[in-house]
T-cell receptor, first 113, second 111 residues
């Protein structure tokens, strides 16, 4: 596709509900990243994939957060039993490979009520 | 752990001014440094990427410099326009390809 596509753009979840956020990277991009951005702050790293392999998940805040990229293209970030502190914008980025320019999607704004 | 700081946090200037946004980082062992623009409610748009071996990159009215030894990067915007109003974020990349972001500078250019 022309750019990184994320869906849904907005998600309102009741506390305790599970959510799944989708990222379609730019076709052919090997690297895929998830970031979390709280209001008024810079994005913070969550996890990194190279093709289908999850090479770094050190930024995931708890075991309620799970990410996958089973075929090395589309990725899903799943949050189980959502809590209010999970409210943030979740950004996905992709790049050709190591240390190349990262391209970001428009993000999914998650609000947990 | 890498820490990235951006100063100022907010900046308001009249149209036409040249301005400099500052970014500092604590660990000089970076692979590259990238500047992004973020409009309200939008994702990040990449502006410039400077590899660790480079000193600067230019694109139109934008010029970014990198001084690894002092842990600093600057983004220079020439002849600012109201359309430049946005949040500007810098981010350093480590060996693991992870980006560490600063908190951003919110720029307002007044007509």
């Amino acid at each position: 596709g022309a750019g990184v596509s994320q869906s849904p753009r907005y998600k309102v979840a009741k506390r305790g509900q599970d959510v799944a956020l989708r990222c379609d990277p730019i076709s052919g991009h090997v690297s895929l990243f998830w970031y979390q951005q709280a209001l008024g702050q810079g994005p913070e790293f969550l996890t990194y994939f190279q093709n289908e392999a999850q090479l770094d998940k050190s930024g995931l805040p708890s075991d309620r957060f799970f990410a996958e990229r089973p075929e090395g293209s589309v990725s899903t970030l799943k949050i189980q039993r959502t809590q209010q502190e999970d409210s943030a914008v979740y950004l996905c980025a992709s790049s050709w490979g190591l240390n190349t320019e990262a391209f970001f999607g428009q993000g999914t704004r998650l609000t947990v009520v | 752990k890498q820490e990235v700081t951006q100063i100022p946090a907010a900046l308001s200037v009249p149209e036409g001014e040249n301005l400099v946004l500052n970014c500092s980082f604590t660990d000089s062992a970076i692979y590259n440094l990238q500047w992004f623009r973020q409009d309200p409610g939008k994702g990040l748009t990449s502006l410039l990427l400077i590899q660790s071996s480079q000193r600067e990159q230019t694109s139109g009215r934008l010029n970014a410099s990198l001084d690894k030894s002092s842990g600093r990067s600057t983004l220079y915007i020439a002849a600012s326009q109201p359309g430049d109003s946005a949040t500007y974020l810098c981010a350093s990349s480590d060996a693991g390809n992870m980006l560490t972001f600063g908190g951003g500078t919110r720029l307002m250019v007044k007509p």
